[in-house]
C-alpha cells in the first residue's frame, strides 16, 4: 500500500526544546517537501528536497532543519529558534517532474505549551 | 513570479445545486495548475489538474474544473453539491523552473448546506 506516512499526529513541545517530525515516502519519488499551514494563510513551503543528500531553502525555513540521507525519509526538525512554532504541518513527495501532482501526508499538528 | 489567488474565504451553497470555487493564476509561459481538497485535520487530497488540451478538465468525485487562458482563471465546479464535499479547498500552479514547487492560494471553505 503506497503511500506518504507522518509521525506522530500530535506533537507537544516545551519552550526551548527541539522536536522532530517525521516523514517516510513508499512511492519511489525523488522529490519532497514541508509545508506550514496557518489559519488564513494556505501552505508556505518551509524546505524541499530535489533529490536525496541535498534541499534548499523555502520560503520559510528560519527555525527549522532537514535531513535527506535517505530518498525514503525527509525529516523536520523545529528548533528553539522557531518562535510560534504552533502550526499544522505537512509533508509532500512528487515524482519530481512538473507535469505531476504531489501527494500530502496527513499531517502532524505541533502545540508549544 | 508564480502566484494564484483564491478571491473568496468563504462559499456557501444549498445541496443539489451547483458550486464554483474560483481560483485566478499569474505565471509567466503556460501553467500546470491543481485543486487539492483538505478535510479537517487530514492532509490535501488531489482532486484534478490542467497540464494540456482539453479546457475542462475532470476529476475525482465529481468535480470539474475550466481552464481560461485570456482570464488567467481556472475555477472548480461541480453541477450538484453534496453535504459531503464541505472542506478546505485549495488551487496550486506548479514552478516549472528548476525548483518544481507548488505555489498555493490561501483556501476556500465551502460549505454545503443540507
Known amino acids: 500500500d503506497g503511500g506518504i506516512t507522518q509521525s506522530p499526529k500530535y506533537l507537544f513541545r516545551k519552550e526551548g526544546q527541539n522536536v522532530t517530525l517525521s516523514c517516510e515516502q513508499n512511492?519511489?519519488?525523488?522529490?519532497m517537501y514541508w509545508y506550514r499551514q496557518d489559519p488564513g494563510q494556505g501552505l508556505r513551503l518551509i524546505y524541499y528536497s530535489q533529490i536525496v543528500n541535498d534541499f534548499q531553502k523555502g520560503d520559510i525555513a528560519e527555525g527549522y532543519s532537514v535531513s535527506r540521507e535517505k530518498k525514503e525519509s525527509f525529516p523536520l526538525t523545529v528548533t528553539s529558534a522557531q518562535k510560534n512554532p504552533t502550526a499544522f504541518y505537512l509533508c509532500?513527495?512528487?515524482?519530481?517532474?512538473?507535469?505531476?501532482?504531489?501527494?500530502f501526508g496527513q499531517g502532524t499538528r505541533l502545540t508549544v505549551v | 513570479a508564480q502566484s494564484v489567488a483564491q478571491p473568496e474565504d468563504q462559499v456557501n451553497v444549498a445541496e443539489g445545486n451547483p458550486l464554483t470555487v474560483k481560483c485566478t493564476y499569474s505565471?509567466?509561459?503556460?501553467?500546470?495548475l491543481f485543486w487539492y481538497v483538505q478535510y479537517p485535520n487530514r492532509g490535501l487530497q488531489f482532486l484534478l489538474k490542467?497540464?494540456?488540451?482539453?479546457?475542462l478538465v475532470k476529476g475525482s468525485y465529481g468535480f470539474e474544473a475550466e481552464f481560461n487562458k485570456s482570464q488567467t482563471s481556472f475555477h472548480l465546479k461541480k453541477p450538484s453539491a453534496l453535504v459531503s464535499d464541505s472542506a478546505l479547498y485549495f488551487c496550486?500552479?506548479?514552478?516549472?523552473?528548476?525548483?518544481?514547487?507548488?505555489?498555493f492560494g490561501t483556501g476556500t471553505r465551502l460549505t454545503v448546506i443540507p
Open positions: 505565471v509567466s509561459g503556460n501553467p500546470y
Open positions: 490542467y497540464i494540456t488540451g482539453d479546457n
Open positions: 496550486a500552479v506548479r514552478d516549472k523552473t528548476g525548483a518544481n514547487n507548488l505555489f
Open positions: 512511492l519511489n519519488h525523488d522529490a
Open positions: 509532500a513527495s512528487s515524482s519530481g517532474t512538473s507535469n505531476t501532482e504531489a501527494f
